[in-house]
């Protein structure tokens, strides 16, 4: 693992433009500061950026069935996280602002769209948002989801296995964590980081 910056990452995509066409965005459950070699890019709660790799186009375990061609980032945080409690450890704002800046420089540095299509939450993935389902049934997944299966009332159901920033704060309305950090994403890209 090393520390990296905004510039090196922007390096990093120069040599994998073209073998990269998804970036999934995660939290990894654990604690600030605790990293996982499951993705490539790493964010502590103060935004500090780490690479567990120098190769971007290595297949790494972040997102079920769909990590050929995708680029896993993942903020350290959310430690003992409930949908209705974010733990000790929750998700910062900094590490939100990260995220967005991240996913604006490797979607120019590899000249993906910021759409639901090329960027996707842990929680969207993991119910097939994209209409890509890459075979979660044959898992025993019911309806192919493994992700936050909202009840009428905005709650997440039983089955909800995989809800990666699905929201990003607990006040927030279901399913806005991915639309927030692709809008905030393309604000960066417009706008310079």
Same mark, same amino acid.
């Given at each position: 693992?090393?520390?990296?910056? /905004?510039?090196?990452?922007? *390096?990093?995509?120069?040599?994998?433009?073209?073998?990269?066409?998804?970036?999934?965005?995660?939290?990894?459950?654990?604690?600030?500061?605790?990293?996982?070699?499951?993705?490539?890019?790493?964010?502590?709660?103060?935004?500090?950026?780490?690479?567990?790799?120098?190769?971007?186009?290595?297949?790494?375990?972040?997102?079920?069935?769909?990590?050929?061609?995708?680029?896993?980032?993942?903020? @350290?945080? @959310?430690?003992?996280?409930?949908?209705?409690?974010?733990?000790?450890?929750?998700?910062?704002?900094?590490?939100?602002?990260? @995220?967005?800046?991240? /996913?604006?420089?490797?979607?120019?540095?590899?000249?993906?769209?910021?759409?639901?299509?090329? /960027?996707?939450?842990?929680?969207? *993935?993991?119910?097939?948002?994209?209409?890509?389902?890459?075979?979660?049934?044959?898992?025993?997944?019911?309806?192919?989801?493994?992700?936050?299966?909202?009840?009428?009332?905005?709650? /997440?159901?039983?089955?909800?296995?995989?809800?990666?920033?699905?929201?990003?704060?607990?006040?927030?309305?279901?399913?806005?964590?991915?639309?927030?950090?692709?809008?905030?994403?393309?604000?960066?890209?417009?706008?310079?980081?």
């Amino acid at each position: 693992m090393s520390k990296i910056t /905004v510039a090196d990452l922007k *390096a990093m995509t120069q040599s994998v433009k073209g073998n990269i066409n998804k970036i999934y965005l995660h939290w990894s459950a654990g604690h600030y500061g605790e990293q996982f070699a499951d993705y490539h890019i790493l964010i502590d709660q103060d935004g500090t950026l780490y690479a567990t790799t120098n190769d971007l186009t290595a297949v790494l375990a972040h997102t079920y069935m769909r990590n050929t061609g995708g680029i896993g980032i993942s903020a @350290m945080c @959310m430690f003992q996280a409930t949908t209705n409690n974010f733990g000790p450890e929750p998700l910062t704002d900094a590490q939100i602002e990260c @995220m967005a800046q991240v /996913v604006a420089v490797l979607a120019e540095g590899l000249g993906l769209t910021i759409d639901i299509d090329t /960027v996707m939450t842990h929680a969207e *993935a993991a119910n097939n948002l994209d209409g890509k389902n890459p075979g979660y049934e044959a898992n025993g997944c019911p309806d192919g989801i493994y992700g936050p299966n909202p009840n009428p009332d905005g709650s /997440v159901g039983g089955d909800c296995e995989r809800w990666d920033l699905w929201i990003l704060k607990p006040s927030d309305a279901p399913w806005s964590g991915g639309g927030t950090l692709r809008g905030k994403a393309i604000w960066y890209q417009n706008n310079g980081i």
